[in-house]
C-alpha cells in the first residue's frame, strides 16, 4: 500500500479532524481504506502459514472503524487517527466480545507503526484465567517470556497501568507476582516509518506476527 499517502492523510486528519474536511476528503480515504483491507487480507493469509487458526478470520471485520465512539468521552473528536487491525482465531477483535488472544498493529498520525501480539484489557472473567494459568505454571509461563525471537522483537510483557497491589485471591509472595498484577498479557513493538518505510509491510507485519506466536498460543490455550 501506498503508505507514505496513508501517513500524510492521517496526519491531515490530526489537525482537521472534523466532518467538513473528512467529507471533502473521503476519496482519500476510500482509497487508503480498500489499499488498507488489501495488506489485512494478505497478512491474515501468511499469519495463517504458521497459525492456521487464523485462516478463517474476515478480513473486513478485523478492520477497526475510523469513527470514535465519543458518546462517554469528553473528547468529542469525530476520528480516530489511526488505521487499525486485529486479527483473531474468533474473528472477533474486541476482548469484550470474546475475541481473545490477538494479532494487532496500527499505523498513526505521526507516522509510529506498532505491531502487538496477546490480550488487551481482557474481560475480568477472562483476566482471572490468565493470571490463574500463570500462577499455576510459572515455569511454562516463563519458558514463552524467554522465547529467543520474541524477546528479541518485543522485550518483556508491556502494561500501560498496572495494579499496585496483588490481586485478590493471589500470593503476594508468587515469584511472577509482578506479572500477576497486569491487566493485560501482551507485547508489542514501534517502529518510526518517517525515517524508512518498509520495502514490504505486509512481510515485515508477517514476521512480527510470527514473532509473538508463543505468547498467542498459550493464551489460546487457556480455557
Known amino acids: 500500500m501506498h503508505v507514505r499517502d496513508l501517513m500524510q492523510f492521517l496526519a491531515e486528519l490530526s489537525e482537521n479532524n472534523n466532518r467538513a474536511w473528512f467529507v471533502m476528503n473521503k476519496p482519500r480515504y476510500d482509497i487508503l481504506r480498500a489499499e488498507f483491507l488489501e495488506l489485512v487480507t494478505r497478512l491474515i493469509r501468511d499469519i495463517a502459514k504458521f497459525d492456521p487458526d487464523v485462516a478463517d478470520c ?17 473528547d ?14 474468533s474473528g472477533l477483535k ?15 498520525a505521526k507516522g509510529q507503526l ?25 515455569a511454562g509461563f516463563t519458558k514463552v517470556l524467554k522465547n529467543k525471537r520474541l524477546k528479541e522483537r518485543y522485550g518483556d510483557l508491556r502494561d500501560e497501568g498496572k495494579l499496585v497491589r496483588p490481586p485478590k485471591g493471589f500470593d503476594p509472595d508468587h515469584p511472577l507476582i509482578e506479572y500477576l498484577k497486569h491487566k493485560s498479557c501482551i507485547v508489542w513493538s514501534e517502529t518510526d516509518m518517517r525515517r524508512k518505510v518498509p520495502d514490504d509491510l505486509g512481510k515485515d507485519l508477517a514476521a512480527a ?10 493464551l489460546r490455550a487457556i480455557t
Open 114 to 138: 506498532l505491531v502487538a501480539g496477546g490480550e488487551y484489557m481482557p474481560p475480568p472473567d477472562r483476566l482471572r484465567a490468565i493470571r490463574m494459568a500463570i500462577a499455576d505454571d510459572p
Open 76 to 89: 468529542k473528536s469525530p476520528y480516530k487517527t489511526t488505521f487499525s487491525a486485529a486479527i483473531t482465531a
Open 209 to 218: 506476527c510470527k514473532d509473538a506466536l508463543p505468547l498467542v498460543a498459550w
Open 58 to 74: 474476515n478480513p473486513k471485520k478485523a478492520l477497526f472503524r475510523i469513527n470514535r465512539d465519543i458518546r462517554f468521552s469528553n
Open 94 to 108: 474486541k476482548p469484550s466480545q470474546g475475541g481473545g488472544p490477538a494479532y494487532y498493529f496500527h499505523i498513526d
